[in-house]
């Protein structure tokens, strides 16, 4: 296990490699991908407070996450990837979203004690800074059905928080992959494949601030319910092809490099070709 939990340096041209395995990933579980969408959105037309922003949007990586290493692994009906899920080591993710809470609550006292920073997190819906769509004044955006403008902010906001928590990704997956098991542990290895990973995980901070950027210029252009629909859709498909990029992140840190499964999946190509 010790090696498994040595976090590599992923390999250059991540970016569209990811990019690529993400939308092959999709492609094969179609109707798991298809399935969760709407399992996502359902969630996401609910009122989320602060207090359960970090906890709902873990739990969201680790559905999106875990549909993704079940068809990673040759998994593809909804009934195959159901169980997959159904067996991931729930215990254990608990006692991660367990410690990741206490974290943010620690955060958030210490925030209540320094008062400047009060008005500004305490006052938001969402711990993200998407946020902002939830306590927008635009009359426009305030006339719109409040599960539309939930589902927006909810979307956007759980992909930021993910996004922008890099070793969140990683402390996930390595307990999804069976690694290990110790919550603590799988935190310690996500912080430490961030560390080996600064250029991605500048890249996902950058992502996660161009997402804030989306989110604040939203209720602003919106002006119709039509639009919002769209918007809603299409922030949802953010955070579900989010999850599963991250996973190919997860794969290469903890597991495969990228040149290997390039490899691979030339190999089965070829073989598939010939049969």
């Given amino acids: 296990m010790g090696n498994a939990l040595n976090p590599k340096t992923v390999e ?7 990019l690529r395995e993400s939308r092959d990933l999709l492609r094969a579980g179609a109707i798991p991908f298809t399935v969760l969408y709407l399992a996502l959105a359902a969630i996401n037309m609910t009122w989320q407070p602060a207090l359960l922003s ?3 949007a873990c739990g969201t990586s680790v559905l999106i996450m875990g549909c993704a290493m079940a068809v990673h692994g040759g998994i593809t009906d909804l009934a195959g990837v159901l ?3 159904r067996d991931l080591p729930w215990l254990g993710l608990l006692r991660l979203l367990a410690e990741i ?13 320094l008062h400047r ?5 305490l006052s938001q819906d969402h711990l993200s800074a998407a946020a902002n769509l939830g306590h927008a004044r635009e009359s426009q955006w305030l006339a719109l059905p409040l599960w539309i403008r939930s589902w927006i902010s909810n979307a956007l906001g759980n992909t930021q928080e993910t996004v922008g928590n890099a070793f969140l ?3 996930i997956g390595i307990m999804l992959m069976g690694v290990t098991r110790h919550a603590s542990i799988a935190f310690i290895a996500g912080f430490s494949g961030v560390l080996r990973n600064i250029r991605v995980w ?3 901070l950058l992502a996660s601030l161009l997402i804030e950027g989306m989110a604040t210029a939203l209720s602003g252009i ?24 991250g996973w190919c992140f997860v794969q290469e840190v903890f597991g495969e490099p990228g040149k290997r499964v390039a490899l691979k999946k030339a190999a089965k190509a070829v073989r598939t070709a010939a049969a």
Wanted: proline residues 2%; glycine residues 6%.
């Fill in 222 to 245: 919106i002006a119709t319910v039509n639009a919002a629909i769209l918007a809603a859709l299409l922030s949802n498909a953010v955070l579900l092809f989010s999850g599963v990029y």
């Fill in 202 to 204: 500048m890249a996902f």
């Fill in 12 to 18: 250059r041209g991540w970016g569209l490699r990811w």
């Fill in 117 to 121: 920073f009060l008005g500004n997190i």
């Fill in 169 to 171: 990704i990683l402390s």
């Fill in 54 to 56: 970090f906890p709902i």
């Fill in 83 to 85: 169980r997959a899920i």
């Fill in 101 to 113: 809470t206490a974290l943010i609550l620690a955060i958030l006292v210490l925030m209540l004690l």
